[in-house]
Structure formats: C-alpha cells, structure tokens
C-alpha cells in the first residue's frame, strides 16, 4: 500500500526533495547536435577530489576514473613516469588509506584494480530473478518516449507537445503495452494511479522504496546515470532556463519516472525486498574511496606530473621580438591551431601569432540568413550581449526564404507517412547521381561563407570605442601592430557527421569563429572605432589593416574575408596568402603521422568522405593550457596538445584580463579536456560510442542502434584509431605567467574555479620568466619549485 503525499512527515518530505535536487545537480548537462559544447562530465563533483569522485561514481554508473594501471604501470616500466613522479605523487595525497613507502606503490603496480560494478537497481534484481532483461525493457521502452518528446524538429509528429515531461510520459505509459508483455502486469494501471505531478511521485516511490535520508541522494544518482543522456539533455534544459533566470523541472519529471519503473518491478516481485534493502543500506554508507581508488589516482596524478616536466620542459626565456611584424595572426587557442601556428611562423620570422579564445571577446549572438533564430557564438558559460545578423536586403531575404521553404516542403514531402513510399518507387532512380557524387566526394559544398555579419541596430561610437578597447587590451594586442592583422576564427568541414559542431569552435558554442572574426575585423577597420581608441589611450598605426579569415582544421586551408574594405593591402594579402597555403602544408604533413591510412595529400579528402569516421582528431590529446607571452612558447613543438593564450601580465595593469582568462578560456578548455578524459575512462556512461552504429536522434543527440539511451561526449572513433587510444587521459596543467598574488585574488573570488584547482581537476602553475616557479596546492597556497624543469 502506498502513502499519500500528506501522510508522509514533513521533515522527510523535505530531505527527499532536497536529495533528488542534489541528485540532479551531479548530472551533467549535454549540449545537442546542433550547437554541441564540449562539457566536464564530473561538473556536479567539482567540490569532491578524484578518489572520492572515483567512489561515487563507480557506486553510481560502475565506471572508474583513472587511467588502467596496466597503462600506467607500462609507463613507469618505459620510464615516463619517474620514481620521482611516483613519490611526489604519494607525498601529495593526504589519503589515509594510500601505501605507506614508494616500494609498496610501486609493488601494488603488478595486480589490477578491480572491476568496478554499480550499484543495483530493482530492475538489475529483478533481472537475475526472473531472467527477463529488465534494464534493457526500461531503456528501450523509456527511449522511444523521450525520442519522440523531447524532438527538436527531426520528426513530424510530437507527441503531447503542450505537456510536461512526466505529464506525457503517463500519457504515454498507460498506452504502453510493452511491461505488461514483458511480464510486468497492471504497469499501465500503476502508471495511471500515480500522483499528477513529479514530486509528489517522486515521494511516493521514495517511500515505496524505503529509502532514507542518507541513501536517497545515491539511489537517485543512481537512476539518473541509468537514463543516460537523457538525463544530460534535461539538464541541458535546465541550465538554459537558469541561464535565463528561470526554472526547469524536466530532470525531476525524468527521476519521478524512473523511480515508478523500480517501484512497479518491487511491488510486482517482493521477493526482491531483501536484497533491495541491503542495497539501500549500501546507499546510505558515506562515500568513501578504497584503496585501489586512492592508488589508482596517485598513479593518474604520477602521470601527469611526467607530462609537466616535458611540458616545462619546452619553454624558454621570452625572445626579443621584432620591431614590426610583417603579419600578425591571431587564432583561436584550440589545441590543434598550435600546429598550424608552428608552420606559418616557420615561413618567415616577420610572422606572428598571437592565441586568443575563438570568439574574440565578442559576446555575440548571431542570426544565420533565412531566419530570426539567434545562436550564441560565445563560452556557454557567459550571455550573449550583441546580436549580429547575415540577412540581406529585404529582397535578398524574401528570395532566399521561400527557396528554403520550398526545400524543406519537397523534404517533408520525401519522408511523410504515405508520399515517401511513392517518392521512393517514381524518383528513387533519379538520385542515382546524387548517390554516386556523394560517394566520390563531389557533392559537399564545404565551409561555404555566408553574407557579411553586421550588428543589429548598429553600435554607439562610444559602444564601438569600449568593445573594441577591451578586446584589444584582453588580447594583449595594445602596441606594434603590423600592417596585416588576421583575425582567424575555426570550423570544421566534413560530410555525414552528426558530431560536425563538436570540431567547430568550443568558445562560440559549437559553431563557427566565422562570425566572431568578421565582426571585430568590421569594428576594428571602422574609423569611428579608432578615433574612439585614440581617446582611450590606444593607438591603432594608420596603415593597419584587420583581415578576417577561417581555418579549416580538417583540411588546413584558410579562408580570407576581405568584406568590402578599400585597401593598398594587396600586396601584403598576397604575400600573407603564399604563406597561409605554404604552412597548410607543412601542417598537414604532420598531422597525417596521426591519422590513420592519411597522406598528405589525401587529407583534405578526408572532409568530403561521408564513410570517413575520423576526419580530423579534434582536441584528443589535449593536456596543457599556457597564459604567457608568445615568446615563451614559440619554436617549441607542442604536438598539438596545448591550449596557447597569450598574456602580458605587465600590461594589465588592474588584472582583468587574466581574471577573463581564469574564469573563461581556462573553465572552457578544462571542459573540454575533461569530455575528453572521461570519455576515454570512463566510456560507458560519459563516452558516446560506436559511430558506426550510431542514429541520430531528435536532432539532439545518438543512440547506438536503433533504440535505448542517448550517448553523449565524443564517439570511441574520435580518441582511439583501432589498435590503440590517441587521448592520453590527463587532466589539464595549467601555466600562467603573472604575479602569484594576482592569480590567489583572483581564486578566492571565485570559488566554482577555485574548486577545479583545489580538488585536483586541474594543476595550476605560475611562470616567472619562462620558467615554472611555484605549484598551486590546495588552500590558496604555493609550493615552491626546486628545480624549475621539474613540476613535481
């Protein structure tokens, strides 16, 4: 017999809410195919460290966290992880559980850690009992009813369109006969009888459940990781209406759900209570890492203290530059830019380039032609503040909107219920050159360039002046301008990749730095912006030119946007443009070792390839993130593995820029590094699987096969080549060159970075004249380094 919400004691009814928020809260949110952001996977334990996040989550999904130690110990055995990194590693875990000496670590190398196993479930209980595979009945069942609901625009029909989440699931649910054939009878009438709103289901089914106070929080983790990506997509939904200042219930509506599914499954099967009840008490013990988990983390951390004394390594006392460059270049700090950074500075030492976030300071969102739909093109961490558009004159836009109605009325004809088996038998045949030109890469249009951006309503002279200084200022670009700038956002061209904006830029929220670079080449050319920065102290050389381009980081081309601009340029466009193409091949050169069965010559095939699973590597690999002048880093080889940012911490006089910096590109890359990471780790629950086998669904996100949860993070394609994993799982190292003092203000105001440093998701190191000087260690303090070559 169940309670009714009013029979339940207030107190509890109150710890049970508050445990299924803080369930929610430990769920990622996952970014949909359209705009996909890379996304730290461990967001909601941000306040835990590894081991104790490691605990959680194995409890939770059955993942583990680190690296395999066969990986590891293979890399103490090559000598890449050093008795030094070993018991520097040990020294820093305050673990009371770890080994005692360097030699009962480096002993505990030959055994494997444990398999890792989640938690059950009554539906895993009552799958050993009744044979029936009832996770697998719940993934497939709830699948089809989330694929339908939570449509953006992929199908024709949604169902219960008006209605919540768990309003349309009973709506759904009690339609269903799939339990019930399954073996689970009357769920249709337990589905009706629940209570009308979520919470109120979600009390019920706690108490049905007997879960406590302590073991609630867990057990509703619990379910949520079993939903998978659903459960990030809601959150997804959720961190949108917070962005907005409002709420979304749609992740407790998910919970409510699940929570029926288990406590139909008990009522169905008592005999599963005791077991359940052991499994409650489980629940309810504090997280607490074993000690393969603390072991496990030290060895993670050994590794990647031998990846910061290579990375320290290979920096160098800042170099004179030159008076004036010829060219600077700015791209975007994306790790794989480093490469391409390296080869057009190779062409000429009258070349610089400078590294910046992707978006160019511009808090932009932006309307493509064809609609009044506006994409942020900035971090999703921060709110668009200008609104840019593409449309052309209202001619221009008419024309261009009814050719794109008249397309998609010919697609939804092509694919409705009872016109596409008729399509297919009359015009089938007339596709066959279609399907032979895609096949032969002939048909892919590529990065087409879309109409000059322009912003919406324009800008004050005064607006103009202030956006422009403070970009300038944060790209520490105040002084020696040449007499070509390039600005150089980045995209990706491939062909029949659902993932395509996961290679587009992170800081532009998944789309293109097209936009961003345009922009401010538009604003900086403008006369009325450089009177404006003459009245506020900075001085743009009159024969300065801003160029804006795009580098397509699967074929390593550029793409120049000279957008209307007047100019006595041409020779030094030209020139700029020899180079451009002379280090797209140096570039490709390299990064064909990587890829597999690629040549240089074969990699640009590769973007118009509808069967090519990897068409570029992306950011796997990345590990190191660096604030310092160019100087520091330039004629290094960084294998495309770092994020490059420069920073002159001498011209920021009141520190804002690396306050933008820290709480910005440094959180973004984190996220990025971190998808990464636990896509390799912990695959299962944070990777996004096979491609071969994927579906895209909804228009948001994969599943693999034809039904079940959604997969979010980066396919197994995109990290590993098929005999071996090419994303060495490292958490980022963080070098910024600034006052110590500076970097503590700037942590103690903001404790969600704080955090990431503090509980070791990143390292953090200060530079002092292209060297690592101090260590950043928990509390706001600093060890200092010995040797500067040694980040141990």
């Given at each position: 017999m169940f309670l009714k919400h009013s029979?339940?004691?207030?107190?509890?009814?109150?710890?049970?809410?508050?445990?299924?928020?803080?369930?929610a809260r430990a769920i990622p949110p996952a970014f949909p195919l359209d705009g996909t952001v890379a996304v730290n996977p461990f967001l909601g334990q941000l306040n835990e460290d590894l081991p104790h996040a490691a605990a959680r989550l194995a409890r939770v999904a059955g993942v583990r966290l680190t690296a395999a130690r066969t990986e590891l110990a293979a890399k103490v055995k090559a000598g890449v992880i050093t008795d030094d990194d070993l018991a520097a590693a040990l020294w820093f875990s305050t673990s009371p559980v770890k080994p005692v000496d360097l030699a009962l670590l480096k002993a505990k190398l030959a055994t494997e850690s444990p398999a890792q196993q989640a938690?059950?479930?009554?539906?895993d209980l009552a799958a050993k009992v009744t044979g029936t595979d009832w996770p697998a009945v719940i993934s497939r069942s709830f699948g089809l009813w989330a694929a339908g609901h939570f449509d953006r625009g992929q199908a024709f029909w949604t169902p219960a369109p008006a209605l919540g989440a768990f309003a349309a699931w009973r709506a759904w649910a009690t339609h269903d006969m799939t339990p019930e054939i399954a073996g689970l009878s009357c769920f249709c009438a337990h589905v009706a009888a629940a209570p009308d709103t979520s919470e109120c289901a979600v009390l019920r089914a706690a108490t049905a459940l007997d879960l406590t106070e302590d073991a609630a929080e867990t057990?509703?983790?619990?379910?949520?990781m079993d939903l998978g990506g659903w459960s990030q997509h809601a959150r997804w939904l959720s961190w949108q209406a917070e962005m907005a200042g409002g709420l979304d219930e749609t992740l407790t509506d998910l919970l409510a759900i699940r929570l029926i599914w288990d406590e139909a499954l008990l009522a169905h099967f008592p005999e599963l209570a005791d077991e359940w009840h052991r499994t409650v008490a489980a629940h309810a013990a504090p997280i607490a890492p074993t000690a393969d988990q603390v072991l496990d983390a030290i060895l993670q951390d050994a590794a990647e203290r031998a990846y910061q004394r290579q990375l320290s390594g290979m920096l160098a006392k800042p170099k004179r530059v030159i008076e004036r460059s010829a060219v600077q270049a700015a791209f975007c700090i994306d790790v794989r830019s480093e490469v391409f950074r390296r080869a057009f500075e190779a062409q000429s030492p009258e070349i610089e380039t400078i590294g910046f976030a992707g978006f160019f300071g511009l808090?932009?969102?932006?309307?493509?032609?064809?609609?009044?739909?506006?994409?942020?093109?900035?971090?999703?961490?921060?709110?668009?503040?200008?609104?840019?558009?593409?449309h052309g004159d209202a001619a221009t836009e008419d024309e261009f909107r009814i050719a794109a109605r008249a397309t998609r009325a010919w697609g939804r004809f092509r694919q409705a219920a009872v016109s596409s088996f008729a399509f297919v038998e009359a015009a089938g045949p007339l596709y066959g050159w279609q399907l032979v030109k895609d096949a032969l890469g002939l048909g892919a249009k590529g990065l087409t360039p879309a109409l000059a951006p322009h912003v919406v309503g324009g800008l004050t002279a005064a607006q103009k002046a202030?956006?422009?200084?403070?970009?300038?200022?944060?790209?520490?670009?105040t002084t020696g301008h040449a007499r070509l700038v390039l600005l150089l956002g980045h995209g990706a061209q491939m062909t029949n990749n659902p993932h395509e904006s996961a290679y587009h830029c992170g800081a532009c929220c998944g789309q293109t730095g097209e936009v961003s670079a345009r922009v401010l080449a538009t604003l900086l050319n403008d006369p009325e912006t450089r009177r404006g920065l003459s009245e506020r102290g900075l001085e743009l050389q009159n024969d300065t030119l801003f160029m804006a381009g795009l580098h397509d980081t699967v074929t390593d081309d550029i793409t120049l946007y000279l957008d209307g601009t007047e100019t006595d340029h041409g020779a030094d466009i030209a020139q700029a443009q020899k180079w451009l193409k002379a280090a797209g091949v140096m570039a490709r050169k390299e990064r064909a070792l990587r890829l597999p069965g690629a040549t240089p010559q074969t990699i640009a095939a590769r973007a118009l390839n509808w069967a090519e699973v990897r068409p570029e590597w992306g950011l796997a690999g990345c590990a190191g993130f660096i604030a310092a002048s160019r100087g520091v880093t330039s004629g290094s080889d960084f294998q495309g593995r770092t994020?490059?940012?420069?920073?002159?911490?001498?011209?920021?006089k009141d520190f804002s820029t690396l306050e933008l910096i820290m709480t910005a590109p440094v959180v973004v890359a984190s996220w990025i590094n971190l998808q990464y990471y636990g896509s390799a780790v912990a695959s299962s629950a944070f990777g996004g699987g096979n491609k071969l086998i994927h579906n895209v669904v909804g228009g948001i996100g994969v599943l693999q096969g034809n039904g079940g949860i959604l997969r979010p993070g980066q396919p197994w394609q995109t990290i590993h080549d098929g005999d071996k994993i090419m994303h060495d799982p490292l958490r980022l190292s963080v070098m910024i060159e600034a006052p110590k003092e500076a970097i503590i203000d700037i942590l103690?105001?903001?404790?969600?970075?704080?955090?990431?440093?503090?509980?070791?998701?990143?390292?953090?190191?200060v530079l002092d004249n292209g060297h690592v000087a101090a260590r950043y260690q928990t509390g706001l303090t600093w060890i200092k380094m010995q040797n500067p070559v040694e980040a141990t």
């Open positions: 029979e339940i004691e207030p107190a509890s009814v109150l710890h049970v809410l508050k445990r299924a928020a803080a369930s938690l059950p479930t009554v539906a057990a509703f983790h619990r379910l949520l808090p932009l969102a932006h309307k493509v032609q064809g609609t009044d739909l506006a994409r942020a093109h900035l971090p999703a961490l921060l709110t668009p503040a200008i609104t840019t558009s593409s202030d956006t422009a200084a403070a970009v300038l200022r944060a790209m520490s670009l994020f490059l940012h420069n920073y002159d911490w001498k011209a920021d103690d105001r903001h404790p969600q970075v704080r955090a990431l440093f503090d509980n070791g998701w990143l390292h953090l190191f």
